[in-house]
């Protein structure tokens, strides 16, 4: 058990013996914000405190005349308004790093508690390049995604694509008159863009037009043969163009669930609401009105518009039913930009209306904008909007750049595979690093610099670390595992490196807790510190034994870290760079 854990089940029974009734739930050990006062902290006895209207500072004192810590930590102390710091043993931190350099654990564990969460990211949409917007949401979906796997809950992702809605009149009257067939093989996408922009901008000067793409929508609704054979094609080369970036960023989706799928359903849910009494007839369309939460008073949501159509909202409330019915989640994650809260919070109001047995936890975990360097709007130099696969394809091309300037010497085509690990891993990273809610500025040079909180230089800090290997001829099997038990950890870098390595598992559910895959980020980079402390105080091929075993173990174990946090958040490592 990891060292925090068994600190969280002494200090436990410690509590069920001075307040035998207390919820033990919220009595929890995690890292000390300060490393001065302490390695762990825990708060909760304030809150247990403040509840029977005790002295917190003397409750604390009583709960600790009962602990037994063993000599897992140095004796406890109580500080400010009744917080309890922990300082573990030097001998207790080279215990817990010998039980995982024996395979023990990687300093997380699995939760006890496995739950299932459907996660549902990314959802472009049909006969549209994927935007900013969707980066965001594939990078951070994916990493939430790994992060909750690999603390052993149930994931399925379903990626909700828009496949349907009243774009496809448009984009059929364009698709029957001014199909370029050349220019569909060449680039389907910007075709299609093409087509719609075309029949756009003319039905703008010319209502007849309008009114054609009006009936070219209620044929495909209809079932109309040719309308919906054109849209199953669009459908199909937009999921290639998709497919193909899915692929690049190592993304995988259990199910892709489009729009359409829900269809069928929307006509049966909407006079469910309404003999319910949840949705009511107002101006000829069918609306859900709220009064709670207040910021939703005036803001009311259609299900059903007055000529009849559904909308986005109303999709969404069917896909509800479809994931609880089929999947019985315990929670569903949507993933998008700031501008759907509203949209998220009417969803989840009418759902707790009506379903109000239903256990489900729903979260709209939402996010900032992409920015251009100088704050604006992030653009093409044209002012276009920016293509996620021309960025990739910018990310790798700069990446080359910088690796054969670094090691010209390497073959080209491994040069390209570097280039293509950097270049994807600095954009994924630029995008997870900063709080997800907040815009950020999108700068090549930033992402891309090797010294810096980067995808770049945490890859390098892992692929320094085989080089010691390598110079040593340490193999694999040779790394310390064995020999484990001599763990020494004398110096204040190396038990300073040791204690962060002891974090990794209480990062990775505050991860997932908070939906912040920041948290990861900076303690990957503070780890690479603690690292470049280490190695640069302590010798590690010309120590003498038993150190260099130790030190290699120390190596070893941040190496495995860093690639396991790194591969979390969806980025790859190299063993050379
Ligand atoms: N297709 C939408 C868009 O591009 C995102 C869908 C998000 N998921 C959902 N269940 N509404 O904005």
Same mark, same amino acid.
């Given at each position: 058990?990891?060292?925090?854990?068994?600190?969280?089940?002494?200090?436990?029974?410690?509590?069920?013996?001075?307040?035998?009734?207390?919820?033990?739930?919220?009595?929890?050990?995690?890292?000390?914000?300060?490393?001065?006062?302490?390695?762990?902290?825990?708060?909760?006895?304030?809150?247990?405190?403040?509840?029977?209207?005790?002295?917190?500072?003397?409750?604390?004192?009583?709960?600790?005349?009962?602990? =037994?810590?063993?000599?897992?930590?140095?004796?406890?102390?109580?500080?400010?308004?009744?917080?309890?710091?922990?300082?573990?043993?030097?001998?207790?931190?080279?215990?817990?790093?010998?039980?995982?350099?024996?395979?023990?654990?990687?300093?997380?564990?699995?939760?006890?508690?496995?739950?299932?969460?459907?996660?549902?990211?990314?959802?472009?949409?049909?006969?549209?390049?994927?935007?900013?917007?969707?980066?965001?949401?594939?990078?951070? $979906?994916?990493?939430?995604?790994?992060?909750?796997?690999?603390?052993?809950?149930?994931?399925?992702?379903?990626?909700?694509?828009?496949?349907?809605?009243?774009?496809?009149?448009?984009?059929?009257?364009?698709?029957?008159?001014?199909?370029?067939?050349? $220019?569909?093989?060449?680039?389907?996408?910007?075709?299609?863009?093409?087509?719609?922009?075309?029949?756009?901008?003319?039905?703008?000067?010319?209502?007849?037009?309008?009114?054609?793409?009006?009936?070219?929508?209620?044929?495909?609704?209809?079932? =109309?043969?040719?309308?919906?054979?054109?849209?199953?094609?669009?459908?199909?080369?937009?999921?290639?163009?998709?497919?193909?970036?899915?692929?690049?960023?190592?993304?995988?989706?259990?199910?892709?669930?489009?729009?359409?799928?829900?269809?069928?359903?929307?006509?049966?849910?909407?006079?469910?609401?309404?003999?319910?009494?949840?949705?009511?007839?107002?101006?000829?369309?069918?609306?859900?009105?709220?009064?709670?939460?207040?910021?939703?008073?005036?803001?009311?949501?259609?299900?059903?518009?007055?000529?009849?159509?559904?909308?986005?909202?109303?999709?969404?409330?069917?896909?509800?039913?479809?994931?609880?019915?089929?999947?019985?989640?315990?929670?569903?994650?949507?993933?998008?930009?700031?501008?759907?809260?509203?949209?998220?919070?009417?969803?989840?109001?009418?759902?707790?209306?009506?379903?109000?047995?239903?256990?489900?936890?729903?979260?709209?975990?939402?996010?900032?904008?992409?920015?251009?360097?100088?704050?604006?709007?992030?653009?093409?130099?044209?002012?276009?909007?920016?293509?996620?696969?021309?960025?990739?394809?910018?990310?790798?091309?700069?990446?080359?750049?910088?690796?054969?300037?670094?090691?010209?010497?390497?073959?080209?085509?491994?040069? +390209?595979?570097?280039?293509?690990?950097?270049?994807?891993?600095?954009?994924?990273?630029?995008?997870?690093?900063?709080? +997800?809610?907040?815009?950020?500025?999108?700068?090549?040079?930033?992402?891309?610099?090797?010294?810096?909180?980067?995808?770049?230089?945490?890859?390098?800090?892992?692929?320094?670390?085989?080089?010691?290997?390598?110079?040593?001829?340490?193999?694999?099997?040779?790394?310390?595992?064995?020999?484990?038990?001599?763990?020494?950890?004398?110096?204040?870098?190396?038990?300073?490196?040791?204690?962060?390595?002891?974090?990794? $598992?209480?990062?990775?559910?505050?991860?997932?807790?908070?939906? +912040?895959?920041?948290?990861?980020?900076?303690?990957?980079?503070?780890?690479?510190?603690?690292?470049?402390?280490?190695?640069?105080?302590?010798?590690?091929?010309?120590?003498?034994?038993?150190?260099?075993?130790?030190?290699?173990?120390?190596?070893?174990?941040?190496?495995?870290?860093?690639?396991?946090?790194?591969?979390?958040? $969806?980025?790859?490592?190299?063993?050379?760079?």
């Amino acid at each position: 058990m990891l060292p925090h854990r068994q600190l969280e089940e002494r200090l436990q029974q410690a509590v069920r013996s001075v307040l035998p009734e207390a919820d033990l739930s919220s009595v929890l050990v995690r890292t000390c914000p300060d490393p001065r006062y302490g390695d762990y902290q825990a708060n909760a006895l304030m809150s247990l405190a403040k509840e029977r209207q005790l002295n917190p500072r003397e409750l604390a004192a009583n709960v600790l005349a009962k602990l =037994d810590l063993g000599d897992l930590c140095e004796p406890a102390e109580v500080a400010g308004a009744g917080f309890v710091n922990f300082r573990l043993r030097p001998q207790a931190v080279a215990a817990a790093l010998a039980a995982a350099a024996r395979g023990d654990h990687l300093f997380f564990e699995k939760t006890s508690q496995p739950r299932t969460i459907v996660l549902d990211f990314s959802s472009p949409n049909v006969a549209k390049p994927m935007h900013v917007g969707h980066i965001r949401s594939t990078i951070l $979906g994916e990493a939430l995604a790994r992060t909750l796997r690999l603390l052993g809950h149930r994931v399925i992702t379903d990626n909700h694509v828009g496949d349907w809605g009243t774009q496809f009149g448009k984009l059929i009257v364009g698709w029957k008159r001014h199909l370029d067939k050349v $220019g569909l093989r060449a680039d389907p996408i910007a075709e299609m863009e093409r087509l719609y922009l075309v029949v756009n901008t003319a039905s703008e000067k010319d209502p007849a037009i309008l009114e054609e793409a009006r009936q070219e929508l209620v044929k495909l609704q209809a079932g =109309d043969e040719t309308n919906l054979a054109i849209w199953r094609e669009m459908q199909a080369l937009s999921q290639t163009q998709f497919g193909t970036i899915y692929q690049r960023l190592g993304v995988k989706f259990d199910y892709t669930l489009g729009e359409s799928f829900y269809n069928p359903r929307l006509a049966s849910l909407v006079q469910e609401l309404r003999v319910k009494g949840i949705a009511r007839e107002s101006e000829g369309a069918l609306v859900v009105f709220f009064d709670e939460p207040p910021q939703l008073k005036k803001q009311p949501a259609i299900i059903q518009k007055r000529d009849g159509a559904y909308n986005y909202a109303t999709t969404d409330l069917a896909t509800l039913a479809h994931r609880l019915e089929t999947w019985h989640p315990d929670e569903i994650i949507y993933i998008t930009g700031g501008p759907q809260q509203l949209h998220f919070q009417q969803i989840f109001s009418t759902f707790r209306r009506w379903h109000p047995e239903a256990k489900i936890k729903l979260a709209h975990v939402w996010f900032g904008s992409i920015l251009g360097e100088k704050g604006k709007a992030f653009k093409t130099r044209t002012g276009g909007a920016i293509r996620l696969s021309d960025l990739l394809d910018e990310a790798e091309e700069r990446a080359y750049g910088v690796v054969s300037e670094k090691s010209p010497e390497l073959p080209e085509a491994q040069r +390209r595979e570097i280039a293509r690990i950097v270049g994807i891993g600095a954009v994924k990273y630029a995008d997870l690093l900063p709080n +997800r809610i907040t815009d950020y500025v999108f700068s090549w040079d930033k992402m891309l610099a090797l010294n810096g909180n980067t995808a770049p230089y945490l890859q390098y800090a892992y692929a320094r670390i085989q080089s010691i290997f390598r110079k040593g001829n340490v193999e694999e099997g040779q790394r310390g595992g064995g020999q484990a038990a001599a763990l020494a950890l004398g110096a204040p870098q190396e038990l300073a490196l040791g204690k962060h390595l002891l974090n990794f $598992g209480l990062v990775l559910e505050a991860v997932a807790e908070d939906y +912040r895959p920041n948290f990861l980020c900076n303690y990957l980079y503070e780890l690479a510190g603690c690292f470049t402390g280490f190695y640069e105080n302590c010798p590690v091929l010309k120590a003498a034994e038993p150190e260099r075993t130790s030190r290699l173990v120390l190596c070893d174990l941040t190496a495995r870290v860093l690639k396991q946090g790194l591969e979390v958040l $969806g980025i790859e490592t190299l063993e050379q760079m």
